[in-house]
């Protein structure tokens, strides 16, 4: 068992230097651990060891042989912002981790829109409707978020759109084969997909990023930045050197459609307008009042 510890303590210290800032253990993770720590000390010479529950001493088996996830480096080629979208793109495809996570027929997705827009939004993952067009927020709460970008009298060619995830976090399906229902992608997984996120930025350069929604402001700004996402919402950030707003996903609106809710993602869009210079109107100002 010191060998499955060590092994564990070794592939820590490599996630770490290879950036990773944080790594999911469940309670019952831990519990299993912390069982199997106690089951390696030597017993009293007058009773036998005692084993841990069959339960534990099998996740604890499963966390030490589990296979590391490594951290993408990713190096953009020379050449124009359309070419070295199309590298990092097919990077995205051909990466194993990528291709291991997708059901079949389904697309990673990547950023879309203007490489030189001074605004770009960053939301946490693709659904159902993305993974198949193989494009970030083309759903429900895409076609919301255009309405909100239109609102900004811009258009959704203006500006890049990306993701924090490459594909869509796994859920169980049903006796039909589909995924119903989505769930937050683990810290595990949003390190392995920042990578592609950042060159994603170097690219387009944009004057300055949105953050919609709890997991990308995480992913952004670190899992232990903020507990409830109104404690860092409609406020400016910093992310490499770039203004970071952070707001609700438009999927908030979808949940709870009334004008206070529209109201407090507009006036965080409003910070956003008057950031990146762009005009306003009255009429905008009073939006949802």
């Known amino acids: 068992m010191r060998l499955a510890l060590t092994a564990i303590t070794d592939e820590l210290r490599r996630l770490k230097a290879g950036g990773v800032v944080s790594v999911s253990v469940s309670d019952e993770g831990l519990a299993a651990l912390r069982g199997a720590v106690r089951a390696s000390a030597a017993p009293p010479a007058d009773r036998p060891p005692e084993a841990p529950p069959a339960r534990a001493r099998a996740i604890a088996e499963r966390a030490a042989v589990a296979p590391a996830v490594p951290v993408p480096v990713v190096s953009l080629p020379a050449g124009n912002k359309r070419a070295r979208w199309e590298a990092l793109h097919q990077l995205v495809v051909d990466d194993p981790v990528c291709r291991a996570k997708l059901r079949p027929g389904k697309k990673v997705v990547l950023g879309v829109g203007d490489l030189d827009a001074r605004i770009m939004f960053v939301g946490e993952a693709p659904g159902a409707e993305e993974e198949v067009q193989g494009e970030p927020f083309v759903g429900p709460a895409g076609q919301l978020l255009n309405k909100m970008i239109s609102g900004m009298a811009?258009?959704?060619?203006?500006?890049?759109?990306?993701?924090?995830?490459?594909?869509?976090?796994?859920?169980?399906?049903?006796?039909?084969?589909?995924?119903?229902?989505?769930?937050p992608p683990t810290d595990a997984e949003m390190a392995h997909c920042l990578p592609y996120l950042r060159a994603q930025i170097e690219i387009v350069s944009p004057g300055l990023l949105v953050a919609l929604g709890a997991s990308a402001a995480k992913a952004l700004l670190g899992p232990k930045a903020f507990g409830a996402l109104g404690e860092v919402r409609g406020r400016w950030h910093d992310f490499g050197g770039l203004p970071l707003m952070v707001t609700y996903h438009p999927s908030y609106i979808l949940r709870n459609p009334t004008n206070r809710t529209k109201r407090l993602i507009w006036e965080d869009l409003l910070k956003v307008m008057e950031r990146a210079s762009l005009p306003m109107t009255d009429k905008q100002r009073a939006f949802f009042l």
């Open 154 to 183: 811009l258009s959704r060619a203006e500006v890049y759109i990306g993701n924090i995830m490459n594909w869509r976090p796994d859920l169980p399906v049903g006796a039909d084969g589909v995924q119903t229902g989505n769930r």
